[in-house]
């Protein structure tokens, strides 16, 4: 394998020129740069990363912790993530903690030892990682991760995504509206909620929390559950819904399977709205209205932010909001 010696020799330059050719760190004449590109490319010559990073410089390698999951939501972002570092020149490494706390901690020792250059969190599982174990990594924290304060956080604006979402259904006529959230635990589901709340208070409607509020794990099982209890609750009653604002996409779906299950049809006998805008809602039958995450721009944003958090490794801590969009498609009826 070619070293940085043989490609200064091949050039008839030193290997502090070919250095700065591949780094860009100063300053080289046109003709050293192309004699080094041309020595590069004849001995197919790649740097050695790993060495580069152990004197100290850049891996450029970020890492990204995910959580196992089926939603596409993730599968989603992770791609715009990846396409977003790509195009500022560095490597992703996912590492997926399925779920499991120990594995959390063991993927953020294996990036520090890798000496990746920052790493994005976007899983739950790392709430519970002592924080001193992300100490010398500068990081982001996406959609989900440890709350402490003093670290820089991404995340959509899920109030206003509630709000938009419980909005729209008020001003289609509906005054019964059911929320299936996801677990209260999180930043996100508690936002939703309080959007609902804010639209229905706004409105004037006297919110029916106990019949109308049910939780669910942003799974299709768990809007499957939770609609299950909406419905056996209140289907027939008072205080029947005439509309359900499912907190994710998939939850929707589960409870669209509800729905049929009681011969309810969408949107005719009952609306329904998801959250995320995953690829899927636009298949679903009827075509699911629903609050579009900015997936793109949290991308951009969070690789931004980690590249700032890598050069300034001591500044304050930054939350960014980013805000969500309503996709109107065929799953609510005007009343
Ligand atoms: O983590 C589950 C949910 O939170 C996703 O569906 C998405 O809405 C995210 O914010």
């Not at 939703?192 to 709340?197: M, P, S, T, W």
């Amino acid at each position: 394998m070619a070293t940085i010696r043989d490609v200064a020799k091949l050039a008839g330059v030193s290997t502090t020129t070919v250095s700065h050719v591949l780094n860009q760190t100063r300053f080289v004449s046109e003709t050293a740069r192309l004699a080094v590109e041309q020595a590069v490319k004849q001995l197919n010559y790649v740097p050695n990363v790993v060495a580069r990073s152990l004197k100290g410089g850049s891996s450029r390698v970020l890492g990204m912790l995910v959580t196992d999951s089926n939603n596409p939501f993730y599968a989603d972002l992770i791609q715009w993530v990846d396409k977003v570092a790509y195009s500022h020149g560095y490597n992703l490494i996912l590492c997926n903690t399925q779920g499991n706390v120990e594995r959390a901690c063991d993927y953020i020792e294996m990036l520090t030892q890798r000496r990746v250059d920052g790493v994005l969190v976007m899983s739950a599982d790392a709430r519970q990682v002592p924080l001193s174990a992300f100490a010398k990594l500068p990081m982001v924290m996406m959609d989900a991760g440890p709350s402490a304060v003093g670290f820089d956080r991404i995340l959509d604006d899920s109030e206003l995504g509630g709000y938009l979402a419980t909005k729209y259904l008020l001003d289609r006529g509906h005054r019964q509206i059911g929320i299936l959230t996801g677990p209260l635990a999180k930043y996100n589901s508690q936002h939703r909620l309080a959007g609902y709340h804010r639209a229905l208070a706004e409105a004037g409607v006297t919110a029916n929390d106990k019949a109308w509020v049910h939780s669910g794990n942003f799974s299709y099982e768990g809007g499957f559950e939770a609609m299950q209890s909406l419905l056996a609750q209140t289907h027939g009653s008072n205080e029947a819904v005439t509309a359900v604002f499912a907190n994710n996409d998939l939850m929707a779906m589960g409870a669209a399977r509800v729905a049929a299950d009681y011969g309810l049809r969408i949107p005719q006998d009952l609306s329904l709205m998801g959250y995320d805008d995953i690829p899927g809602a636009q298949y679903f039958n009827p075509p699911l209205t629903t609050i579009a995450q900015p997936m793109q721009a949290l991308a951009e944003q969070a690789i931004a932010m980690l590249l700032a958090r890598m050069a300034k490794p001591d500044c304050d801590g930054q939350r960014l909001l980013l805000p969500p969009s309503l996709v109107e498609r065929d799953s609510v009826r005007q009343l």
